[in-house]
């Protein structure tokens, strides 16, 4: 009897319901977890005015929460190849579902802090192993487009947040709004047979009926008694940070950690921020809460258009404008008094912070060679942390001087600023794919030569 490669099997399969279906569960918590991270910001306000909270100490509760999950996805990922990414996922939905819908009974502010900081564990666990499990199910024609449509579910969750605080809050108050995020709670049963655990999981378990059963979903022509070829893979060792420095990389690497750092000031400044800021404005509460709506789409459509403009002119030449696109806006909105000029303006500072993110994640992916890359992610995603550890506290303090909205957003585009500097000093000569195009020229000339002669 033929032998077959699972992993083959999944890479060369075409989209079927299995597919769609896996796409939607993911998608679904994908958008809770942006709907429960984004929700703090729109209740800052109303927190404030029931515990009596200083800008600083409401700044700090969305640190805390960070570092929950920045400690969240060093813990999961140690566990990962012990308990296997699907039921990593489950827990860690269960974990930020739960004790953010506990969040919402709090009586005293040290209670949510408790509840935030834990649902924070949650929050660094399940995007990650999102990413790791669909990617491997994916087809590898569909593969990036697939991960790029569960990913936005993270900004639709946001904009439920907005639309839920708008309904909810000035109404029923703060507390309402985080219980929504228990309706996970509720759904996991329906979702726990659906996800498949992953295949290298399988793989190294010999678990034969397990791939069997899912391989029957993408394949239904596969017999039950098939045969799989177990290849017996090398252990590869992570390469250590200090290759990155190696090469002539250094400079890149410090470059592409203060560019993250920078975005992440960005993100977590506008995501924890944004609802109070427009308020100090004179917006009222509905219409800041709708510039959350206008923030995440921002982010869409940015990732959407200009990733594909990187494809012709390459990711510098279109990141490193939009940095500054980014920074113009954040100063014109300070001063813009005109409603729907902020809408756009707000779509724009989406683009160039949430999506540039999330094409600045390609480009460190596509910068470095294959055998470093894992530690390039890693460590450029580390460092991006501490900015969004930073961020929230920092824009706290800020906001207790009482400055004029203009000098409060100006505070913010900084970031921007050295963000392309810092993106601009990146040598595109050492880049992977630049060392490559090098390579094959010097055999092209070589090839013409040995023809001449």
Not at 401 to 406: M, Y
Request: with cysteine; proline share 4%; glycine share 8%.
């Amino acid at each position: 009897m033929n032998t077959v490669n699972p992993i083959e099997i999944v890479n060369q399969s075409k989209l079927k319901g299995f597919h769609y279906i896996l796409i939607i569960c993911l998608f679904f918590i994908m958008m809770f977890d942006g709907y429960d991270v984004v929700i703090y910001g729109a209740t800052i306000p109303l927190l404030k005015a029931e515990w009596g909270l200083s800008n600083i100490v409401a700044g700090s509760i969305s640190s805390y929460t960070t570092m929950g999950t920045a400690i969240g996805a060093v813990l999961f990922g140690l566990y990962l190849d012990r308990f296997g990414r699907k039921r990593i996922i489950i827990l860690t939905t269960l974990i930020f579902s739960l004790f953010t819908l506990l969040s919402g009974f709090a009586p005293t502010p040290l209670l949510f802090v408790i509840c935030r900081v834990i649902a924070g564990l949650g929050f660094g666990g399940v995007m990650p192993n999102i990413a790791s499990l669909i990617s491997e199910y994916a087809p590898t024609k569909h593969r990036a487009a697939i991960i790029s449509l569960i990913f936005c579910g993270y900004s639709v969750g946001a904009m439920l947040a907005s639309f839920s605080g708008q309904v909810l809050l000035e109404k029923f108050g703060w507390q309402p709004v985080y219980w929504i995020a228990g309706l996970p709670l509720l759904i996991l049963p329906f979702i726990v047979p659906i996800i498949p655990e992953s295949v290298n999981y399988l793989i190294q378990q010999k678990d034969t009926k397990g791939l069997v059963i899912v391989l029957q979903k993408i394949e239904p022509m596969l017999p039950k008694d098939v045969q799989f070829a177990y290849v017996k893979q090398e252990k590869i060792q992570k390469s250590p940070v200090r290759d990155l420095f190696k090469n002539k990389l250094g400079l890149s690497t410090m470059m592409f950690w203060l560019s993250c750092f920078c975005t992440f000031i960005l993100m977590y400044s506008l995501n924890t921020w944004l609802p109070t800021l427009m308020m100090n404005a004179g917006y009222d509460l509905k219409s800041s809460l709708m510039f959350i709506v206008a923030l995440q789409f921002g982010s869409i459509a940015g990732t959407m258009i200009f990733s594909n403009l990187i494809k012709f002119l390459g990711f510098k030449r279109v990141l490193i404008p939009l940095y500054l696109v980014g920074a113009v806006s954040l100063t014109l909105i300070g001063f813009s008094k005109n409603i729907y000029l902020a809408y756009v303006l707000i779509i724009i500072i989406g683009a160039a912070s949430l999506g540039l993110q999330n094409m600045s994640n390609a480009y460190v992916a596509e910068y470095y060679s294959v055998d470093v890359r894992a530690a390039a992610l890693g460590s450029t995603m580390a460092f991006g942390r501490i900015g969004s550890i930073v961020a929230p506290t920092y824009m706290g303090i800020l906001l207790t001087f009482n400055l004029q909205p203009q000098y409060n957003f100006f505070a913010i585009g900084i970031a921007a600023i050295f963000g392309a500097i810092a993106m601009s000093f990146i040598r595109e000569e050492r880049a992977d794919y630049a060392l490559e195009k090098q390579v094959t020229a010097n055999k092209v000339t070589i090839l013409k030569s040995s023809t001449n002669s």
